[in-house]
Structure formats: C-alpha cells, structure tokens
C-alpha cells in the first residue's frame, strides 16, 4: 500500500484549518497495475477565476465566519474529471472517481451534499440512472473516503458537527433523481443502508415517481411517487426537487411530511428556463419550512442584468429569492466540480438536459464561471460578497449553513 503524504495535522489552506495531510484518490493501489491512470484538471487554479475583492479587516470576518458558522454545500459534485475532456468516456466506464481532496482543503466547507456521477454513471450504460451503476459509483467512492481521514461521511447531524470540530468535511452522499429505484420503493431503504441522505425525484425524462424538466407535460407526482416520498420521510432521507417539473414539485411538497430542499436552482422570475423555478414552487417550498440553495453550473443561474454567467449573476438569484421568501429560506447549492463543467455540458448534453435547462434564451457562453469556479473557491467568494454588500453575521450563517441544518433536524432520522 502507498504511504500516505504527511504534513501537521492542521495544515493552513488559505480560508480555516483543516486536517488535509495530503492524500489523493487511489494512492493506496498502484498505477498501471489495479487502475488505468488518467491525466487530471488541476484543482487549484486550473482558470484565472476573480477572488472577490475585500479589505484586510473585512477578509478577516470572511473567516471568522467561515470558522464559526457551520458551512455546508447542499450541491456539489468534488470529483475530478480528466485535463483532456476526449478521455471522459473511459474515465467513467472505469468507474474510478477522484476527489478532489486538495481542492476540498481550501473550500471552508464542513459539509458538502456530493451527487457523485448521477446520470452519467455509464458504466453498463450509455444514458446512466441504472442501478447497478448508481451502486458501483457510490462504493467506490466511499471506499477511496474511507482509506483517508481528512473527508468522512456525513451521515447524522452529529456527523456534521464533529466533522467541523475536527478539521474535516462531511461527505453527504446524494442522488439527484430517484430514477433507480424503478418500481421497487425498498430499494429507498437499501440506499439508506449505503449511505444515501438525500434524493431527487426525477431529473431530465419522467421517472415511475414523476415528471423532470424536459417533460412537455408534467403529469404530477404518481402514486408511486407518493410512496416513494412517504418512504423518504420516515428512513430520513431528505427530498429535493431541483429537477423536478413545476407539479410535480408542487405535488411532492403537498405530500411530503417534512421540509424540502430546492438544492440547486434559481429563480425563473430573472431568467426564463425550465431549469429555475418560478415563484409558486419557490414560496410553496419556504411555507413548508424548507429551503432553496442557489446553483452556480455553468450558464444557468443567468439574468437579465448578468447574461454572461459570473458570481453576480448568480448572487442577484441568491437576493432574489431571499427577498421573496425570506433569509431563513435560502441557502447555496452550487454544483461546481474541478476541471473544464462548460466542455462536461457539451460531452453530456443529452442526460444533462441542457436544451432544456437553456430554454429560448440567447445568452454568451464562458469557458468558465467567473468567482465561483469549482468547490475550493466557492464559499470564500460567497462570504466575501456578502460581507462587501452589508449583510450581517447571522444572515450569512444562515445562509452558508444554518438553514440547511434546521431543515436536517426535521428531515432526517436521528
């Protein structure tokens, strides 16, 4: 077994103390032997993304916030995908997902909610969502997790406080869709054994739940559906809607026991897309305590004022919303990844329902999203911005976390 790369315990990274001793994916197999080796994207400054600029006094409460306050990702995926985007096909059908462990060190995250490799878990498949793959994704990330200290799971509310006491990050292990489960809703119960702590109900097509957003006609959610969310509600798996067409959204919220997440939109109000959510869905979601967390994927969290996609854009998604329900129902979800999202969108357009997600609208496209890149960057900008811009210390700890966290209390079983 390859020997672990030590540094101090707590290494400074730039936002908060972490226990990051140096480890990357796999070092415990050899290269060329168990594994095909792929040449990776650069965690840290792959892009000349803009820091968010701040004073000296002010960068100094951006990490006393990010020190005191829980700080969690309700969407991210912490996967590194290859430097050449023409070896992505085979890097999935391995199955073999790096973390991208030193990028996580600089993020100022305790927690993040990772959706791992979703639809585009192809590895017996060519249009992902199937079981055996969702599996097969799932236990081998856990297993390169579980041979390092520095990322854990995060399983409990517990889990999530002693990560941050500890220098660590809670890895939340999530699915977007819940389109695995067929027609069998125990198979809800064995990916709660497994670690699964929050789904989706569908995503792009209709599922045997419901109906995503590239449905023309969005039939609600179905009786099984129904059972599913029943079922997610008493195992303690929290539901998200992201994708999830505007009644089904409504009808999983009406039947759900339990507050909600929102993981990873904006607000159709600013920019005219299926993939945001318009006004009824985002209210009808906060009157049932839960929360939306604004995403930050390339070219969606677009306006009017910000056509071309940069943290601005998706901050004025971020007032909106708040503005509309209130702080205490909003939060972040910004679906980054480290190396090239724009060219991953373009590799898997059709299970990324990017049609869709783009609707009419016209619209430059980036290389990158500036100031909100990946998940090393993300929340030391978020913070930044909002102390730049006035808010005060506990609107931001709800924001970054706080709300997340209340909704954790009701939506899953302790």
């Not at 992505?88 to 993020?107: I, L, N």
């Not at 390169?144 to 200290?149: E, L, N, P």
């Not at 005219?272 to 009808?284: F, L, Q, W, Y």
């Not at 102390?387 to 909704?407: E, F, L, P, Q």
């Amino acid at each position: 077994m390859a020997e672990e790369v030590r540094t101090p315990t707590t290494e400074k990274t730039g936002t908060k103390r972490t226990r990051y001793a140096g480890y990357r994916s796999f070092q415990y197999l050899e290269p060329d032997t168990d594994y095909r080796p792929f040449e990776l994207a650069a965690e840290v400054d792959r892009v000349r993304s803009t820091k968010v600029e701040v004073s000296a006094e002010q960068e100094d409460r951006v990490q006393r916030l990010l020190i005191e306050n829980v700080v969690i990702s309700l969407h991210d995926h912490c996967f590194v995908v290859p430097s050449d985007l023409g070896d992505f096909g085979e890097y999935r059908r391995q199955g073999r997902d790096w973390t991208g462990y030193a990028g996580m060190a600089r993020s100022g995250l305790d927690a993040v909610f990772d959706c791992l490799m979703d639809g585009t878990a192809t590895i017996t498949s060519k249009a992902g969502w199937k079981w055996d793959d969702i599996i097969y994704d799932l236990g081998m990330r856990l297993s390169d997790i579980a041979h390092q200290d520095f990322v854990v799971r995060g399983e409990t509310l517990d889990d999530i406080r002693r990560a941050k006491a500890n220098g660590q990050i809670a890895f939340i292990a999530s699915l977007e869709a819940a389109t695995a489960i067929e027609n069998e809703v125990d198979r809800l119960d064995i990916l709660y054994g497994l670690g699964i702590r929050s789904s989706g109900i569908a995503y792009s097509e209709a599922n045997s739940l419901g109906c995503g957003l590239r449905e023309a006609r969005d039939g609600g959610l179905t009786e099984l559906g129904r059972q599913a969310v029943r079922r997610m509600n008493r195992l303690g798996i929290a539901i998200d809607i992201s994708h999830s067409g505007d009644q089904t959204s409504l009808d999983t919220i009406a039947a759900s026991e339990k507050p909600i997440f929102i993981t990873h939109a904006g607000a159709r109000a600013l920019w005219n897309t299926k993939r945001m959510k318009p006004d009824e869905v985002i209210t009808a979601c906060a009157a049932k305590g839960g929360v939306i967390a604004i995403e930050a994927a390339p070219h969606t969290t677009l306006t009017k004022k910000h056509p071309k996609h940069d943290l601005e854009g998706f901050m004025e998604h971020f007032e909106y919303c708040a503005n509309l329900v209130g702080i205490d129902h909003v939060s972040f979800g910004p679906d980054t990844l480290f190396g090239d999202h724009v060219a991953l969108h373009h590799y898997f357009a059709r299970q990324l329902s990017i049609t869709a997600a783009h609707g009419q609208q016209q619209f430059e496209e980036v290389e990158f999203v500036d100031g909100i890149e990946n998940p090393g960057e993300a929340f030391p900008n978020i913070v930044r911005w909002m102390v730049k811009h006035g808010y005060s210390d506990g609107d931001i700890a709800k924001a970054i976390g706080g709300n997340t966290m209340r909704v954790l209390e009701e939506a899953w079983f302790r």
